[in-house]
């Protein structure tokens, strides 16, 4: 087998393994693009942690890549903290106070049982678990670490105002005056808040709250680019301004979209035997359609009735015209 043959067959291996591609494992913080602002967020988050910020909250819709970067923050803050990861579909006081007092408190974690957290807790049940996390945090700087704790919350929904008064409360507690307990809070919100939100508000602009917005043309050009250098630095080039282009308009910016569209090009090259990925199997992969109607379609959608009502007059008309001719 010539040298050749050999790299295909390498390339093949690599590329279209089902667990190991270059976008396969979309939360492998060696692969973690910092364009999109993606960077400077974290960075953003450190200092802000560093001065003490009690809880820092990041935005993003589903496929933004919040998973992505709370696992870069946890990372980079593992020497420095206690990390509590808290990963969850839903949001509640009970399971938030459980999952805390698991972490922190083992011997008393059944202040709050495993129906109540589900069920429903009680506001006594809840005082009880904050007296004991709150005097468990305060015995911390006598502990073997002596490390601060960080609360890394990694949430499919939004967070609700009775966690957050929680959150709240043990952040108020202080060691030499600074905090022992601090949180990330990372929020999805729907696809339609995305789109109407202003990443440059005001609101975002306070330095505890993140935006992750989508990225654009550019950015998905130098992502791919990004993630092929760091798999296999010989096909940095395989992604073409072409296929960027292409990758931009059916993704939209989103970070899962366009891992999807990359991974689902490779699966159908891999099912044609090629050695190398074209247009044509993006062509073939392309993600359909978005449904959010189009700027015409949802002009005629909205002057539907007009419409109707325009053609029935040009074909009462028409017919008018032809009898008269006829005539």
């Known amino acids: 087998m010539n040298h050749s043959e050999t790299s295909v067959d390498t390339g093949r291996r690599l590329y279209y393994s089902s667990s190991q591609g270059p976008f396969y494992n979309a939360n492998n913080i060696f692969m973690f693009y910092g364009g999109g602002e993606r960077g400077k967020t974290v960075e953003s988050i450190i200092r802000g942690l560093r001065s ?3 809880m820092i909250h990041v935005h993003g819709e589903r496929g933004s890549g919040k998973t992505m970067l709370s696992l870069v923050i946890s990372d980079r803050l593992k020497q420095r903290y206690n990390i509590i ?15 805390l007092l698991i972490e922190l408190l083992p011997q008393q974690a059944d202040l709050i049982s495993v129906e109540q957290a589900q069920k429903g807790v009680s506001q006594d049940a809840i005082t009880k678990a904050l007296q004991g996390l709150s005097e468990q945090l305060r015995r911390t700087p006598q502990s073997k670490t002596g490390k601060p704790f960080l609360l890394v919350v ?58 992750l917005r989508r990225l654009t043309l550019a950015e998905i050009n130098e992502y791919l680019h990004h993630h092929m250098m760091l798999f296999d ?9 072409e296929m960027a282009y292409f990758i931009a308009d059916r993704s939209e910016g989103v970070f899962r979209s366009i891992n999807t ?67």
Not at 233 to 241: E, I, V, W
Request: aromatic share 8%; proline share 3%; glycine share 6%.
């Open 154 to 211: 990694d949430s499919q929904a939004d967070i609700h105002a009775d966690g957050l008064r929680v959150l709240e409360t043990l952040g108020r507690i202080k060691i030499n005056g600074h905090p022992i307990f601090q949180c990330v809070l990372f929020h999805r919100v729907s696809d339609q808040t995305a789109r109407s939100v202003n990443a440059h508000s005001e609101f975002y602009q306070q330095s505890n709250h993140h935006w």
């Open 85 to 99: 990861r808290y990963d969850i579909p839903d949001f509640s006081v009970g399971l938030l106070l459980r999952h």
């Open 233 to 241: 630095f010989n096909r940095r080039d395989l992604f073409t301004r």
């Open 52 to 54: 003490d910020e009690q």
């Open 261 to 327: 569209l990359a991974r689902n090009a490779f699966t159908i090259a891999n099912l044609e035997s090629a050695d190398k990925l074209s247009m044509s199997h993006l062509l073939m992969a392309g993600l359909p359609p978005r449904s959010e109607p189009s700027i015409e379609s949802g002009f005629l959608t909205k002057h539907r009735g007009h419409a109707i009502a325009l053609l029935g007059t040009c074909v009462v008309a028409s017919t008018a015209v032809v009898v008269l001719f006829i005539k």
